[in-house]
Structures are given as structure tokens and as C-alpha cells.
């Protein structure tokens, strides 16, 4: 894992300017054949986070979750990672709101065996939805954010908008909350609850 994290932090020197020998050498040492192009931090959370549930070793077997700091930037990790690049296979999550964005990364970067799933609105509004407020609020209880919660629902500009919205809008207001509940509500999950586009993106692993 701590490899699979050093490969990332050469991917993002890589992406930034850098020279390509900063990732392609610990892309091969490591055997990396898959590139999962996500969002950001919270999204590697979730995912691997569930790889681990399912008894699945990611890096084992060649995939890296590949936060890409916005879904803006897609373009240029699909150059990178791609045919165009280090020749790996790439596959996806976005937002519904994204997905002309991933679909012209991919098609520009000759990626046509690309697959990625889409989230309705966000993942994290996937995995609320999926668990149900009334879970998601034990959660936050356990983690001792239940009073952040209350204080934060009884604001004005949340009078009115419907628990999930709520939800939603909480897991973003504190730096590292989003990573946190990442993986906490992702470990919350049943086998049966868990969302389309997560459910289909390690299936196709």
C-alpha cells in the first residue's frame, strides 16, 4: 500500500509537469496495469474500502485508485495513464454532472475499452441514499459528530431541505470529513445496499 501511495504522489508530479520517469518507473516495478480515475481523496476511501470488504487486494493485482484533485483534470490523467501513456486500461467513477467529461477524456486519450459508472448526483449522496438518513445519523453519532449535526441542521440556509441534502451538505463543511465518511459509511453498507456504480466498478476489476 505504501508503494501503491508513492506511485500516486509520482502520478500527481507527473500530471503537474513533471517528467515522465517519475511514475512510469514505479508503474512497472509494482506491476500496475489498471488506473481507476476518480475525484478526490473520499472517493479512494470508498473504494478501497470495499475492495478490502470484498476481500479484494487492489494493488494485488495491479489497480490504482487515482484521486485526481477535480473531475476538471480527467483529461490530462487520461492522456497520462492511457494508450497515449503508460498503456494502462482505464475505468472510471464520476457524477452524472461529469460524464461528457470522461467520455471525451477517454475517447480523446484511444482509450475505447474505458469504462466508468456514474453517481446520479455524487457519491456521497449515493451512499446516503443507499443507507438511509436514520443510519447514516447513527453513524455520525458513533464518530461523536452527532452535536456538529444538530447545530448544523438548525442554521437557516438548512431550513426546509430534505435530510439527505442535509447530510450531504454536512459531510462537506469540515477539511478530511468527506475522506473520513468515505469509508466510514462505505463499511456501513450491507452486501445489498450497496450503490449501482460502486457495485459495477469492482465488479469490473
Given at each position: 500500500m505504501a508503494d501503491m501511495r508513492a506511485f500516486r504522489e509520482a502520478l500527481s508530479g507527473w500530471a503537474s509537469?513533471?517528467?515522465?520517469?517519475t511514475a512510469s518507473?514505479?508503474?512497472?516495478?509494482?506491476?500496475?496495469?489498471?488506473?481507476?480515475l476518480v475525484e478526490g481523496a473520499s472517493d479512494v476511501a470508498a473504494v478501497e474500502t470495499l475492495a478490502i470488504r470484498r476481500g479484494r487486494d487492489l494493488a494485488g493485482t495491479g489497480v490504482c485508485v487515482v484521486p485526481m484533485g477535480g473531475a476538471m483534470n480527467v483529461g490530462r490523467y487520461a492522456a497520462l495513464l492511457g494508450p497515449t501513456g503508460l498503456g494502462l486500461r482505464l475505468v472510471?467513477?464520476?457524477?452524472?454532472?461529469?460524464?461528457?467529461?470522461?467520455?471525451?477524456?477517454?475517447?480523446?486519450?484511444?482509450?475505447?475499452?474505458g469504462a466508468f459508472f456514474v453517481c446520479e448526483?455524487?457519491?456521497e449522496e449515493e451512499l446516503?441514499?443507499?443507507?438511509?438518513?436514520?443510519?447514516v445519523e447513527e453513524v455520525v453519532r458513533v464518530e461523536g459528530d452527532l452535536r456538529a449535526w444538530q447545530t448544523f441542521v438548525r442554521q437557516p440556509a438548512q431550513h426546509g431541505r430534505?435530510?439527505?441534502?442535509q447530510m450531504r451538505r454536512f459531510l462537506g463543511t469540515k477539511k478530511g470529513r468527506k475522506i473520513r465518511y468515505g469509508h466510514l459509511l462505505v463499511d456501513a453498507l450491507t452486501p445489498e445496499q450497496t450503490p449501482a456504480p460502486l457495485d459495477g466498478l469492482l465488479g469490473c476489476l
Amino acid at each position: 500500500m505504501a508503494d501503491m501511495r508513492a506511485f500516486r504522489e509520482a502520478l500527481s508530479g507527473w500530471a503537474s509537469g513533471g517528467g515522465d520517469s517519475t511514475a512510469s518507473a514505479p508503474a512497472g516495478r509494482l506491476g500496475v496495469r489498471t488506473a481507476v480515475l476518480v475525484e478526490g481523496a473520499s472517493d479512494v476511501a470508498a473504494v478501497e474500502t470495499l475492495a478490502i470488504r470484498r476481500g479484494r487486494d487492489l494493488a494485488g493485482t495491479g489497480v490504482c485508485v487515482v484521486p485526481m484533485g477535480g473531475a476538471m483534470n480527467v483529461g490530462r490523467y487520461a492522456a497520462l495513464l492511457g494508450p497515449t501513456g503508460l498503456g494502462l486500461r482505464l475505468v472510471g467513477l464520476c457524477d452524472a454532472g461529469e460524464r461528457r467529461f470522461y467520455e471525451r477524456a477517454l475517447h480523446r486519450a484511444g482509450a475505447a475499452d474505458g469504462a466508468f459508472f456514474v453517481c446520479e448526483r455524487d457519491l456521497e449522496e449515493e451512499l446516503i441514499r443507499a443507507l438511509g438518513t436514520a443510519r447514516v445519523e447513527e453513524v455520525v453519532r458513533v464518530e461523536g459528530d452527532l452535536r456538529a449535526w444538530q447545530t448544523f441542521v438548525r442554521q437557516p440556509a438548512q431550513h426546509g431541505r430534505p435530510p439527505e441534502q442535509q447530510m450531504r451538505r454536512f459531510l462537506g463543511t469540515k477539511k478530511g470529513r468527506k475522506i473520513r465518511y468515505g469509508h466510514l459509511l462505505v463499511d456501513a453498507l450491507t452486501p445489498e445496499q450497496t450503490p449501482a456504480p460502486l457495485d459495477g466498478l469492482l465488479g469490473c476489476l
